[in-house]
């Protein structure tokens, strides 16, 4: 049974630039979670997804969206890059069905802005 | 709003020795606690969870018991090795009565943990 995949693992970017990232969630998972990680810091939630829509979303700006697909995968978009935007982006699936929100992470994409 | 508060580290110990890392929380509705470890260059895994108040979770020779008196879900093994070696992040989700998850997960800042030989 294939876990939570995300493409690609590593992607650098310059300020200003736009960028997609990728998620395909567990199977038998109907939601996903996308998380920002800076170096040496906890996840920050940005944003979950559940039957296409934007069920809740942290403390992030416009310029980070989202969008999920009939088949549950998921992506990541943000616009206008910052050098502040440089972090490990976590993508996480589960299943609203399920109590207590158990979460299941990917690798991760590392994303680096210059 | 809900956060999570874990022990100043890193947390360095010989093989063998006794762990704890702690972590208390302040949270909005019912929350769910939880315990990931991150290996180097890897995503988050799930250690183990506990659902409601007076719950222990237990994987691979951890626990952590929910304290509700004591808003605290602290992390215990009585014999670490080398390959325990990681970040371990405690975090929790609030739901509602009905256990229904208002969605996210709150993160500690993580605590790096060194086992030497």
């Known amino acids: 049974d294939a876990g939570v995949t995300q493409s690609p693992t590593h992607l650098i970017k310059t300020r200003g630039q736009q960028v997609t990232l990728r998620c395909s969630p567990k199977s038998g998972h109907d939601t996903v979670s996308w998380y920002q990680q800076a170096l040496g810091q906890g996840p920050q939630f940005i944003f979950q997804?559940?039957?296409?829509?934007?069920?809740q979303r942290g403390n992030f700006p416009d310029r980070f969206s989202g969008h999920q697909y009939p088949n549950y995968s998921s992506e990541l978009n943000v616009n206008a890059l910052l050098l502040g935007d440089s972090a490990l982006y976590l993508c996480a699936s589960s299943t609203l069905a399920g109590r207590y929100n158990e979460q299941f992470f990917g690798p991760g994409t590392r994303l680096t802005v210059l | 709003g809900d956060s999570v508060t874990q022990m100043e580290g890193p947390v360095t110990l010989s093989e063998e020795a006794f762990l704890t890392i702690n972590c208390t929380y302040t949270a909005t509705g019912y929350p769910s606690l939880f315990w990931y470890v991150q290996y180097p260059g890897e995503g988050l895994q799930l250690l183990l969870k506990a659902t409601k108040a007076d719950d222990k979770g237990s994987n691979k020779g951890f626990e952590a018991t929910y304290r509700k008196e004591t808003t605290s879900f602290h992390l215990e093994k009585g014999s670490v090795q080398v390959s325990d070696s990681a970040v371990y992040f405690c975090a929790l989700s609030s739901s509602n009565a009905g256990g229904t998850s208002y969605g996210k997960l709150t993160f500690g800042q993580g605590t790096i943990l060194t086992v030497h030989p």
């Open positions: 997804y559940y039957e296409e829509e934007e069920r």
